[in-house]
C-alpha cells in the first residue's frame, strides 16, 4: 500500500506539473491610453495582471497607470517608473505632477506611476475602523489581550471587505506588477526614482529584475533586512535623533517661540497637557520637514493649555499597512512579555519622543495578524543590478540613516551611497547639491564624485 501511495504520489505529481506547463503564460497587453480627467496633456491607461502571479492563467486585478511623455522626444531616454512612498499614496498622480522632477529629466524621460495594489485606482483597500479602539500601548497583559482581539476582529472583516486583493498586495507582489507595466510599456529596461516605502518597491524589483534596470535612484530608504527589534529600535533612535536636532535649532534661534526657555521642560509639560499620543504623532509628523518654527509652537501652544490636534494619514495608509506592511515585515509581537520588552527598548533609544509613532503605530497595528508575513524580511541581493543611487538625509525621522549604510554595506559593488549633511525626509529637492547628483546620475548613469551634501 506505501508502495502504490509513492507511485500515486509521483503520478499526481508529474500530472499536476503537467496541467501547469499546459497553461498559458501570462503575456501583456498593450496599454490603451487616453487623456487623463484633470490633465489632459497627460496619459491614463489600465492594466490587467494575474490577481496571483503564481497562477498567471487565473483571474486578474487592474492596476492605474499614467504616464506623462518626455517633452523632448527627439533626444527621449526612456521611462523612469516612480513612487513617492506611503504605503497609500498614488503613483499614478505623482506621476502627472510636473515639477517635482528638473526640466531635463521632463524633457528626456516618459514619467510613468502605477498604483499599487490596495492604492487609489488599484483596488483601494479601504477598513472600518471603530470610533473606539484600544490603547496602542497597553500596561497591563489584559490590555494587550484587548488590543489583540481588537486587532484581529478588524483584520479578519476588512480581509473579508477588500477580498481578494487584501491577500495579494505585498510589496514582492508590487515588483512583478512592475515588471508587467515594463513589459506593458515595450521597454527591455526601466529607470525608477523611489521615496521612502517606494525604495523598497525598488530593492525588491532590483533584485528580481536587475537585468532590466537602468538607472534606480532610493531615496530615504527601507532597510527589509530588519527584525521587529530592529524596525522599533531604529525608528526610535531616528525620532529622538531629529528631535534633539530640534531643540538644538531652538537654543540657538532667536525666531524659535521656546528660546531662552528649557524646552525639554516646556516639551514633557505639552505632552501631560496632551494626555494621549496623538499629539506626538503630529509632532512627528512635522519633523518629516522639518518645520521646526511650527514645531516649536505647537509645543508651547499644547503646553499652554491648546487642544490636541489629530494626525493627518496619507490616503488609506491605516487600511493598506495592514495588508501591506504586516506582510512585508515580521510585526508579529505574540504576548504582553514580548511587548513589554519591545516597548522598554522604544523608551531606551527613544525617551524624548517615547519612541517612534511610525515604528510604534506599524508595529503594534499588526499585533494578532495570522501566519508569518507574505514577503518576509531578508538581506538584500542586488547582484543582478547595475549601480544603484541611494539617498538619505543623516537626520531622517521615518527612515534612519543607519538604514542607509545598512543596505550600502549589504550591496557595496552595486550601490553608491549620497548622504545629505542635515535634517528631513526625501532628499531629492533638498538643494541644488542633491538634485543635481540625483539629475546627473538618472542622465549620464554617473554616480556622485562627492559622498555628501551639504545642509541648507
Keep these: 500500500m506505501r508502495a502504490l501511495a509513492a507511485v500515486l504520489s509521483i503520478v499526481f505529481l508529474l500530472t499536476g506539473s ?22 489632459p496633456d497627460s496619459e491614463c491607461g489600465t492594466l490587467a495582471v494575474p490577481l496571483d502571479w503564481t497562477r498567471p492563467w ?15 522626444p527627439a533626444h527621449r531616454q526612456g521611462v523612469l517608473l516612480v513612487n513617492p512612498g506611503g504605503p497609500g499614496t498614488s503613483n499614478a498622480e505623482f506621476a502627472l505632477f510636473t515639477g517635482y522632477f528638473s526640466p531635463q529629466v521632463e524633457a528626456d524621460f516618459d514619467i510613468v506611476g502605477f498604483d499599487e495594489r490596495g492604492t487609489q485606482g488599484s483596488g483601494i483597500i479601504r477598513c472600518d475602523f471603530p470610533a473606539q479602539a484600544p490603547s496602542d500601548d497597553p500596561t497591563t497583559a489584559a490590555q494587550f489581550a484587548a488590543l489583540r482581539a481588537y486587532n484581529q476582529q478588524l483584520i479578519s472583516q476588512c480581509r473579508k471587505d477588500n477580498s481578494p486583493i487584501f491577500d495579494y498586495a505585498n510589496t514582492a507582489v508590487g515588483a512583478q506588477d512592475m515588471d508587467a507595466v515594463r513589459q506593458a510599456l515595450g ?4 529607470s525608477y526614482d523611489g521615496i521612502s516605502y517606494g525604495t523598497l518597491l525598488g530593492q525588491q524589483y532590483a533584485e528580481m529584475y536587475g537585468n532590466h534596470v537602468r538607472a ?8 527589509h533586512s ?16 531629529v528631535f534633539t536636532q530640534f531643540v538644538e535649532w531652538c537654543d540657538a534661534n532667536e525666531t524659535c517661540v ?5 524646552v525639554l521642560a516646556v516639551w514633557r509639560q505639552a505632552l501631560q497637557a496632551a494626555g494621549d499620543a496623538s499629539f506626538r504623532e503630529v509632532v512627528f509628523n512635522t519633523l518629516y520637514g522639518p518645520d521646526f518654527a511650527t514645531v516649536a509652537q505647537m509645543i508651547a501652544d499644547m503646553a499652554a493649555g491648546g487642544r490636541p490636534v489629530s494626525p493627518r494619514f496619507e490616503y488609506n495608509y491605516p487600511s493598506i499597512r495592514l495588508a501591506t506592511v504586516c506582510q512585508d515585515f515580521s510585526l508579529r509581537i505574540k504576548d504582553f512579555a514580548q511587548y513589554s520588552q519591545l516597548r522598554a527598548v522604544e523608551l531606551r533609544h527613544a525617551p524624548l519622543m517615547q519612541g517612534s509613532p511610525l515604528g510604534h503605530s506599524e508595529a503594534t497595528a499588526c499585533i494578532g495578524i495570522p501566519g508569518p508575513p507574505a514577503n518576509p524580511p531578508h538581506p538584500l541581493d542586488l547582484s543582478r543590478a547595475p549601480t544603484i543611487l541611494l539617498m538619505n538625509s543623516r537626520h531622517d525621522p521615518a527612515t534612519p540613516y543607519a538604514w ?16 545629505y549633511e542635515g535634517t528631513g525626509h526625501g532628499v531629492y529637492t533638498r538643494s541644488a547639491c542633491t538634485r543635481a ?9 554617473n554616480t556622485p564624485t562627492t559622498p555628501s551634501c551639504p545642509e541648507v
Design 18 to 39: 503537467a496541467v501547469a506547463a499546459a497553461q498559458p503564460a501570462w503575456t501583456p497587453t498593450p496599454i490603451a491610453w487616453g487623456p487623463c480627467p484633470d490633465t
Design 187 to 190: 521597454e527591455q529596461k526601466v
Design 216 to 223: 534606480m535612484v532610493l531615496d530615504s530608504n527601507m532597510d
Design 437 to 445: 547628483a540625483a539629475d546627473t546620475y538618472l542622465l549620464t548613469l
Design 404 to 419: 542607509a549604510l545598512d543596505i550600502h554595506r549589504q550591496a557595496p559593488r552595486n550601490t553608491a551611497l549620497l548622504t
Design 58 to 72: 487565473g483571474p486578474t486585478t487592474t492596476l492605474a497607470v499614467a504616464r506623462h511623455r518626455a517633452t523632448d
Design 226 to 241: 530588519v527584525d521587529l527589534t530592529r524596525l522599533i529600535g531604529d525608528r526610535a533612535t531616528a525620532a529622538d535623533d
Design 258 to 262: 521656546l528660546h531662552g526657555q528649557d
